[in-house]
């Protein structure tokens, strides 16, 4: 448990917690509902909640991930079919599909069994659409996944619709029983708890973090050693397995499937809700649910009676131009055009009941941790680069480059714009291919490594023009790192959250958001995320830009310490000479994609090409 | 021999309805990195025109050009409730947002005329047909081909030789640096939805003939159509848009001839397959919707 979830108490307890407080809430609140207006009300909250079962099922994926996904009812069609082939009895499919393969038509399974099986086959196709949405290299936002999820929904749809041996075709489908075939209500609550469940514990745990932050910023996350498209799979998985769940229990309630069932309406339904409620938070998905259903209800209903559902009764009532049959559907679609223009982040955006109330009554009132020790013994294999050439099109970025760091060492690479500095780094740590030449540390050759790998080896950096995890607190910022390096950087010495926090001077900020932050402190949050990696090396790309002179001062500091504390070697990017030989042991000048010279910083400053090409191009 | 030249015929002029469409998207694409889901509201708005104009008793002659209008100043309305609002957001709300104005103007439709498929007349020559050899050639298929060839020409004038069309291109190279190199956005943004309207409104002209009726979701399919189109030339590209038509078209015609009956109406659902297959196999490379990174 300890390596799945940061913080037993704030990330497990509290989440049970929230969950049964939301539970009990949506229950009582239907059930109170139901017995005001009677039988009538029964099916629209059974519905209801399998809709939630649905709803958040997809906010496990795309909450998490960020990736809109059209698909997710697609497998709930995949879920729904293989549910009602087996669930269905011999006699009535003898009737519809007798001629389904594999003999399906003779089977017969209990329901429960035959959920289980949905569940597996459709994580099957889960698997592989996953792996195609790997490839496509879904991010955050990514098109290519919207049209790789579209596709599925309508190709699940056009099988259903063509293969009548199994599926019953178009028109007949399926069938249990007419009227429903589901007798209680307890599979759907016993459901809808363990969802709920599933994605709080999920979204709080190492996966959900690692998922979030890459959401956040694909790449940055990348180069701190998370592999988003691991974390992307975990969330697809799970999220699908809890969409079979619910639209195997939806077949169930209606007591049929037809093709149309599980296809777009639903899709547009769904997604209005998660969208509504915000797909950044459980509670929120929740929320959207019950607010659009009850929306949706009252407006079917001013659809049909006009006004008289208020009792009020005004014949050729001036309204009577808005409620109109349908009334519903024109309600969906501005929802969603309401929220994306206005709250495109949702009712709740990303607030969740467990958090609040973690705040407010689970905390312990933290002390600010005293300053780490920096490290006695400090010595490892040095980071050697030699002959990197990197070729844009036709324009040669680095010619022969190359750096050796050792341990414990402050490297600084200095040089006019446009010299490759900020390309060297690229190459470093995996963003750039060289087309030549090679890096290692020790002896293990890491040329060819992608980001990731390359941060779990201990090459941590940060960006030049920020890339925070901006919607993620400046704590859970750091805590994405330290989980990487828990689990990637054994053997090293990896520090505390709060402590690194508060050694950034980041401690009475700590649970803002990134995107709160002023400059400076972005700045040094940046710096406190890649020292959280527990990295053997930490690449700085001008760490001081558009900071003060005596910002800048306190960072060169701050950065010393840190790189002591975690024992890494830095090597420190910059066109500030002052800058870069107050701080380095050695230096690297870079002119035009060459190493012009290195050396001690006296040495550097004496060397004469140095003069010439830097006080030359870059005017001091 | 024949039958694949008559194949191809066929799928040219299929295909040409699908150029124009997907035209049409990769504009939009282009200026605002927005997968227009509702790139078929224009044929929906426009197929209700028409009908209503054929209940006036009009004639094709007057019913033509109205659609052209209508679709144009639909587009340009669509922009200023729902696009210009969204200028700038990221790429899951603008796809969303799209996806709503679909919704709201299916379901104003449902709600003002009715669910029910309305029928009106199509001209009388969309059936017939001439041979050429052994051929047998659309009068139809002729016409769509000759006019989105004389569209596709203006338009090219329009791209290469206009203040409007240097900034629609810049804009679809690289929209940030096209903004900071004092490309009005705003203006830019305008133009492309209504040049995207007007093609919208030829394709749907072809659309409207063929089909004889409307319903709420009449604009979904060229919708679709459209937007794969689009996304097999390359999104951001305008000529990938036209030749994503043309092969959407022949893929279509082609399937359609030579898959078995008992799995001819998987037609699309293969398209789409290809298509994610594509995305799958060839992420940013045929298909070039991946952002170049920057660090």
Partial sequence: MGGLFPNIKRDVVFPLIGVIVLFVAVVAGALLYQSILGGAAERLVTLMLINAILVIGMQIYVGNTGVLSFGHIGFGAIAGYTFAVFAISPAEKLKRIPDAPFGLAEVDMNPWLALVIAVVVTLGFALLVGIGLARSGAESGAVAATVITLALLFVTHEVARNWPDLTGGDRAGLSFRIGGALDTRVPVYLALFCSLLVARLYAQSRSGRLAAAAREDNLAARAMGVNPLVQQMVALLISVAVVAVGASLRVYENGSILPDNLFFDLTLVTLVMLIVGGRNSVTGALVGVVVMTAGRELARRLGQEGFEVFGIGLDGAPLDWVFRENLQTVFLGVSMLVFMIWRPSGLLDDWELDEWLYARFGKSPSVKPDPLAELADNTGPALQASGIDVVFGGFQALKGAGLTAETGEIIGIIGPNGAGKTTFVNVITGMVKPTAGSFAIGDIDLTTKPPFELARSGIARTFQNLRLFSALTVRENVEASALIAKEHRRGHAVPNVDAIIAEAGLWDHRDRRARELDYGNSRRLELARAAATAPSFLLLDEPTSGMSNSESLEMIEQVRHMAATVGAAVIVIDHDLGFITGISDRIYVFDQGQVIADGTPAEVQADERVRAAYLGSAGG | ?295
Wanted: aromatic share 10%.
């Fill in chain 2, 1 to 295: 021999m024949t039958e694949l030249l008559q194949n191809l015929i066929d799928g040219l002029g299929r295909g040409s309805i699908y150029a124009l469409l997907a035209l049409g998207v990769a504009v939009i694409f282009g200026v605002m990195h927005l997968l227009n889901f509702a790139h078929g509201e224009m044929i929906t708005v426009s197929g209700y025109a028409a009908y209503w104009a054929f209940q006036q008793g009009w004639s094709w002659w007057i019913v033509v050009p109205l659609i052209l209008v209508v679709s144009v100043l639909t587009s340009l309305a669509i922009d200023q409730v729902a696009f210009r609002r969204v200028r700038g957001a990221d790429d899951f709300t603008l796809l969303l947002t799209s996806f709503g104005v679909h919704f709201v103007v299916f379901s104003l439709f449902l709600l003002y005329v009715s669910a029910s498929v309305k029928n009106f007349s199509r001209p009388g020559w969309v059936t017939d047909t001439y041979k050429v050899g052994s051929l047998r050639i659309e009068v139809f298929d002729t016409v769509v081909i000759g006019v989105t060839i004389i569209t596709l020409l203006l338009v090219s004038l329009l791209l290469q030789r206009t203040m409007f069309g240097l900034a629609l291109r810049a804009a679809a190279a690289d929209f940030d640096t096209a903004r900071l190199m004092g490309v009005r956005s705003d203006n830019v943004i305008r133009g492309a939805f209504g040049l995207s309207g007007l093609l919208a409104g030829i394709a749907g002209v072809f659309w409207l003939m063929r089909a004889g009726q409307t319903t709420p979701s009449a604009g979904l399919d060229p919708m679709l159509k459209g937007v794969l189109a689009a996304l097999i030339g390359g999104l951001g590209s305008l000529r990938g848009a036209v030749l994503g038509g043309l092969a959407l078209g022949m893929a279509e015609v082609l399937l359609r001839s030579r898959l078995p009956d008992s799995i001819a109406g998987l037609t699309e659902g293969v398209v789409f397959l290809l298509i994610a297959l594509l995305f799958i196999f060839r992420p940013g490379g045929f298909v070039s919707v991946a952002h170049a990174e920057r660090v």
